[in-house]
């Protein structure tokens, strides 16, 4: 007899722990309890580009329902707290599974859109800007400051720049109170909720991104 998705036991990931690497084929999907997991690839050159990141209470990787095969590598970027929610249960009878995930899925790719968008056309300090904005709605937090636990060369391999410009627009972004600098994280202030069009911190500056 299955178990209820509400009763599989949760998993624990180190920072930097693999989820899935690349080609692995995949029976469950991970619904993150705690913690940042993110996607990425590496180039030929050793660089490398996060496509996606998953925050807590979101599904990691939902298009696995579809494919059941993990094309790119996904890693915990803190500690994280998952429950692996077996593909063949997510239609368990009323319990949502399924339309959950394909929300999901929607809104991945919506995210998506709006990471080519950035990247292409977008100045850095937009492009930092809009990121940050993007993780304060979705951790739904209502403080007047939220934890990124997010390093400096994390953001780069993110928003395409290098960690070197990535610190000269936070410290920047700092001197404007949008952003307070803490070791490897830093604190995302409410100003960040307003849009890019409207708030000074993401005025252009003549830079390229």
């Not at 999901?104 to 904005?133: F, P």
Request: aromatic residues 4%; proline residues 5%.
């Amino acid at each position: 007899m299955h178990k209820r998705i509400s009763e599989v036991p949760w998993r624990q990931f180190r920072r930097y722990e693999h989820l899935a690497r690349a080609g692995d084929r995949s029976d469950c999907i991970y619904c993150i309890k705690d913690g940042w997991a993110c996607r990425y690839e590496l180039l030929r050159d050793g660089r490398r580009q996060i496509t996606a990141l998953y925050l807590p209470g979101e599904y990691c990787e939902p298009h696995w329902l579809l494919s059941g095969q993990a094309r790119l590598p996904v890693m915990a970027l803190t500690r994280l707290t998952a429950r692996p929610i077996p593909l063949g249960q997510i239609d368990h009878p009323g319990e949502g599974g399924v339309r959950n995930v394909l929300h999901a899925m929607v809104q991945a790719m919506e995210r998506q859109a709006q990471w080519i968008t950035r990247l292409g056309r977008k100045s850095a300090t937009e492009r930092i800007v809009e990121l940050l904005a993007d993780l304060r709605a979705r951790l739904g937090s209502d403080d007047d400051k939220v934890v990124i636990p997010l390093t400096q060369r994390e953001i780069a391999d993110i928003v395409g720049l290098t960690p070197v410009h990535v610190n000269r627009v936070l410290h920047r972004l700092a001197e404007q109170n949008c952003v307070h600098l803490c070791g490897r994280s830093l604190l995302a202030s409410t100003q960040m909720d307003h849009s890019t069009e409207q708030h000074p911190c993401a005025e252009k500056q003549g830079e390229q991104g």
